[in-house]
């Protein structure tokens, strides 16, 4: 008999007790029972338990898919999807988001995606948590999604080793038509086997409560934090650095374990990945000594431990949080290189958020926007075309923190350049103005031929000097005339008679509109975003 839902469905024998599903969970916390995986109990009417939790509605997610293009520019996906995310709203005001890139197959990263949501929003995480609890629960959840995903594949791994036994010393250069029906029905179901329990994610977790923002990070993902102080100057903050085959921690990590630092830098990777911590990964967790890179390593190299920033308090922070995967990462550095990535993705979703009624409608297009910019690279056929022949899944989740979004939809923005300037944002409910970012967007410099126009690139030149506006954005406290404002003196608009304007010695016609106003604060100097990286 359950305490908690009063009833006898459902109960399993664990330890010696009878443990209902509800209280599972509890059981294996107390006990450190790993019998009954959390995961492996869901109820099979649903997909999980997580089904019945509400969604965040101050969040957006952006998706798209790996891309492999063909000399003439048409793109084709290479294989499923294999990214995961989630956003839930819990109780006593905690929220949940996550990224989870996975490869191989995605089902490391959906199995992380919702196990991570059961250990962390049932009940295991209230209000009069310290920081140190919270910490301890986010360490403790990423093991539990470790322990219980290598559960699922347990029975596969042993039947792979033992039919492995079987075939390798019999058959090891023997070709597969030259075997037995036998074997090769063996060798089929190795390579069943193989695609069952090979695969891994690296994720990145964000946790509001209390107002207070907790990341948790293993591999490669990024999270950006954007801020906008009360004197009108803004802020991004990169909150921690990849667990990559490039950072000096943890190159250090796997030196200590007797890893060749060098050779792991030179080489770039791990088992086809960059990543030094991961989830899943059977092949990296059980087998590294047959890895040559990890082979001399005194215990397992590639870890699920993740590292955590914080508590951060948001009391009063107005801006935005971003966490993005690998793969929209390497998209925009392939397209426009490393060094403006963070800011030219802030400058995107700004924009975005000035246009767009709707988070979900900002993300996807963002990410709609990078993908389009990596494609045009590509065709365009200049310097950095070699790095852009592909893309892998791409996933952008934006979490609004007391920023208001714009109040018409308009059409999302296609290619081109962002260019900020300062423009008045009306509250209907306040009779005053206060000065938010507009970010307006440019058209290519291209000429359109054939119905196809190829948008220019951070290449190409400007008329501003220096640095690209792209990666910069302006923030004022001082009132700016906008254009779209219909009350003003009109200035921006040129008044036409009632007969057609004739053309000039040039061909041309005075234009409907005067943009000096915007070339002015286009070749002005502007207040750039301080970037910071918090290790």
Known sequence: WCELCRTHDDCLPCCGQIVCLCSLSRHRRSVQCWSFPLFLFWPQQHQSWTDDLPLCQMCGVGTAPNCVYSPDGKGTQSHPNEDGHLRFRGEDGCFLYGVFNGYDGSRVASFASQCLTAELLLGQLTSSHTDTDIRRILTQAFDVVEKSYFETIDDALAEKAHLSNYVLPHNENVSFHQLSPQSQKVQERLKELEQEVSGGATAVVALILNNKLYIANVGTNRVLLCKSSSDGQNQVLQIGRPHSTDNEDELQRLAALGVDSARVRQAGHIAGQSSTRRLGDYRVKFNYTEIDLLSAAKTTPIIPEPEIHGSQSLDGVTGFLLLMSEGL????????????????????????????????AVAQSVVDRIKRLHHDVYVSGRQRATYCSRHEDMTLLIRTLNM????????????????????????????????????????????????????????????????????????????????????????????????????????????????????????????????????
């Open 329 to 360: 990462i390497n998209a925009l550095e392939s397209a426009h290189g490393p060094e403006q990535a963070n800011q030219e993705i802030v400058a995107m979703v700004a924009a975005e958020l000035a246009q767009q009624t709707s988070l979900e």
């Open 404 to 535: 208001p979004l714009a109040d018409g939809a308009l059409t999302p923005t296609q290619g081109g350049r962002i260019y900020p300037v300062s423009v008045p944002y009306s509250n209907s409910q306040s009779t005053s103005k206060t000065s938010v970012t507009l970010s307006l967007v440019m058209p290519s410099q291209s000429t359109l031929t054939n119905g196809t126009n190829t948008a220019s690139t951070l290449e190409e030149g400007t008329p501003t000097p220096g640095q690209s506006p792209t990666a910069t954005l302006q923030s004022t406290n001082t009132q700016t005339q906008s254009s779209s404002s219909s009350s003003g003196d009109g200035s921006l608009f040129r008044q036409r008679g009632s007969q057609a304007a004739q053309p000039d010695e040039t061909g041309r016609v005075p234009p409907y509109v005067d943009f000096s106003q915007f070339y002015r604060l286009w070749g002005g100097d502007h207040t750039a975003f301080g970037v910071a990286t918090i290790y």
